[in-house]
T-cell receptor, first 112, second 114 residues
């Protein structure tokens, strides 16, 4: 059982480049999330999808877009990367509001 | 708006001693509360949760947490710390009502010294 799978694990971008972070879960969960983790800031929610076909902004959505492609997949796109987007990105999923979330291994993104 | 405070950036404890990692929360209505642990270069792993019922919740690896509604706290505890418990610990909260996602604290780094 793979759980939550994120690709790629590492990425270096130049300022202004675009890229898409992929996330897939095999647990048939309804809800999926994208967080970023920065030193001293904890985890901050970028976007979430409560169910297939819906997406909502989190705490720090600027500079990002998301697509809930189907129930399994939730991608995060950076249209024009900036150094401030250097971070570790985590995808997570859960079944419902009172259930624990399962996290991927993270994507370490550096924008130079 | 819901929020979580973890007042200590770092907690140091000797191996074999009890440990406490503090968490307070703010939420409208009743909370769902969670603790997660993160080891280096890994994703977060679920430890335990409080949904309703008994205020003392037991979880993985011998950890437990006590929900205190009057103090709006959900401190993580373990009677006897191990060196392998050294990691980053996150508290998280969500309100029972409304379509709100999980909100995390900033994390507390626990170091257990042999």
């Amino acid at each position: 059982n793979a759980g939550v799978t994120q690709t790629p694990k590492f990425q270096v971008l130049k300022t202004g480049q675009s890229m898409t972070l992929q996330c897939a879960q095999d647990m048939n969960h309804n809800s999926m999330y994208w967080y970023r983790q920065d030193p001293g800031m904890g985890l901050r929610l970028i976007y979430y999808s409560a169910s297939e076909g819906t997406t909502d902004k989190g705490e720090v959505p600027n500079g990002y877009n998301v697509s809930r492609l189907n129930k399994r997949e939730f991608s995060l796109r950076l249209e024009s990367a900036a150094p401030s987007q250097t971070s570790v990105y985590f995808c997570a999923s859960n079944e419902g509001w009172n259930t624990e979330a399962f996290f991927g291994q993270g994507t370490r993104l550096t924008v130079v | 708006a819901q929020s979580v405070a973890q007042p200590e950036d770092q907690v140091n404890v000797a191996e074999g001693n009890p440990l406490t990692v503090k968490c307070t929360y703010s939420v409208s209505g009743n909370p769902y509360l969670f603790w997660y642990v993160q080891y280096p270069n890994r994703g977060l792993q679920f430890l335990l949760k409080y949904i309703t019922g008994d205020n003392l919740v037991k979880g993985s690896y011998g950890f437990e947490a006590e929900f205190n509604k009057s103090q709006t706290s959900f401190h993580l505890k373990k009677p006897s710390a191990l060196v392998s418990d050294s990691a980053l610990y996150f508290c998280a909260v969500r309100a029972h009502s409304g379509n709100t996602p999980l909100v995390f604290g900033k994390g507390t780094r626990l170091s257990v010294i042999a």
